[in-house]
């Protein structure tokens, strides 16, 4: 299955000192965004027990992005896509790259691991 998911906001950053109450909500906002988003991209439970998980980070801009920034922002995102797929994220293994293009989105392709 493969899913375009929204790029992460600069308020989920790890170097973002932000309120704990503001964090939250754009944690809680994030997570919601990237369920609805794969359900509406057809995403489903599934019966696997274990996946892994390709992430390929397209920044919204030329800056410089570091891949373990880029990972934790995107914490969030992952729990809304395991709510829907059904499978819990510590069942995952994890693929990430960042692509040269520009475009401020989360390519991102789940397999089944047998």
């Known amino acids: 299955m ?3 998911l929204p790029w992460p906001s600069s308020a989920l950053s790890p170097n973002t000192r932000s309120h704990w109450s503001v ?4 944690k809680k906002s994030y997570r919601h965004a990237c369920a609805m988003t794969a359900l509406s991209q057809g995403a489903k439970k599934l019966t ?3 996946l892994h998980v390709t992430l390929v980070f397209v920044p919204p ?3 410089a992005f570091d891949l373990d920034g880029c990972l ?3 914490k969030s995102g992952l729990d809304g896509l395991a709510d829907v797929l059904g499978v819990d ?3 995952w ?3 990430i790259s960042k692509s040269d293009e520009v475009g401020g989105l989360v390519r ?3 397999q089944e691991i047998a």
């Open 23 to 26: 964090l939250a909500r754009a």
């Open 93 to 95: 293994s994890l693929s």
């Open 61 to 63: 801009s030329r800056r």
């Open 2 to 4: 493969n899913f375009i």
């Open 48 to 50: 696997a027990t274990k």
């Open 89 to 91: 994220d510590r069942h």
């Open 108 to 110: 991102v392709t789940v």
């Open 72 to 74: 934790s922002r995107m």
